[in-house]
Antibody, heavy 127, light 107 residues
Framework: EVQLVESGGGLEQPGRSLRLSCKSS????????ISWVRQAPGKGLEWVGF??????????EYAVSVEDRFTISRDDSKSTAYLQMNSLNSEDTAVYYC??????????????????WGQGTPVIVSS | DIQLTQSPSSLSASVGDRVTISCRAS??????LNWYRQRPRRAPDLLIY???SLQSGVPSRFSGRGSGTDFTLTISSLQPEDFVTYYC?????????FGQGTVLELK
């Protein structure tokens, strides 16, 4: 059974840092990219960023709103992805989800979609 | 950046109704469009990928169509558990934006 479990959320003061973890099981973690998506209270879904598998370079891309402050990394030996969040502000308050970012290549077309999600971990930024 | 606009933002319907939700992209995204359902206080679930491919385990009453800039999600016969929120999302380019969501309400 595919599972992703986020942890590390909590209450943090503005300007401080927090690191979230996404522990995965039930699939070959190293073969997949991982995305992070957040949802502020009462709001819609916002893509935060993703990290490619090592086979595709292991590089990351980010939303403009976080690209100078957040860093995604991975440790394939632990089947875990991380979201390092620095210089937190109130607008970062949200539930943070990690998702398996599936890549499908077919006939010169490539599709990506989030086929499995974690349960989410809440982050509250407040003094 | 690619913007996705869903319509309507909310929709009232009854059990057994057929409903369609639209998603319009600000530029051509081919068929790189996915649909998710989100139940209250739960993570989203994948319904449709690549505009029209039904994710494994998703009931066949869900269907997706479209390409280029205009896409639709249709639920052929609403069931009580379908009255939740739906999001489209593009995977054509980063940032992988979502639509603002459509809340499906019981009439």
């Amino acid at each position: 059974e595919v599972q992703l479990v986020e942890s590390g959320g909590g209450l943090e003061q503005p300007g401080r840092s927090l690191r979230l973890s996404c522990k995965s099981s039930g699939f070959n973690f190293g073969d997949y990219a991982i995305s992070w998506v957040r949802q502020a209270p009462g709001k819609g879904l916002e893509w935060v960023g993703f990290i490619r598998s090592e086979a595709w370079g292991g590089t990351s891309e980010y939303a403009v709103s976080v690209e100078d402050r957040f860093t995604i990394s991975r440790d394939d030996s632990k089947s875990t992805a991380y979201l390092q969040m620095n210089s937190l502000n109130s607008e970062d308050t949200a539930v943070y989800y990690c998702a398996r970012d599936r890549r499908v290549d077919a006939a010169m077309i490539t599709w990506y979609y989030f086929d499995f999600w974690g349960q989410g971990t809440p982050v509250i930024v407040s003094s | 950046d690619i913007q996705l606009t869903q319509s309507p933002s909310s929709l009232s319907a009854s059990v057994g109704d057929r409903v369609t939700i639209s998603c319009r992209a600000s530029q051509n995204i081919g068929n790189s469009l996915n649909w998710y359902r989100q139940r209250p206080r739960r993570a989203p679930d994948l319904l449709i990928y690549a505009a029209s491919s039904l994710q494994s385990g998703v009931p066949s009453r869900f269907s997706g169509r479209g390409s280029g800039t205009d896409f639709t999600l249709t639920i052929s016969s609403l069931q009580p558990e379908d009255f939740v929120t739906y999001y489209c999302q593009q995977s054509y380019s980063s940032p992988r934006s979502f639509g603002q969501g459509t809340v499906l309400e019981l009439k």
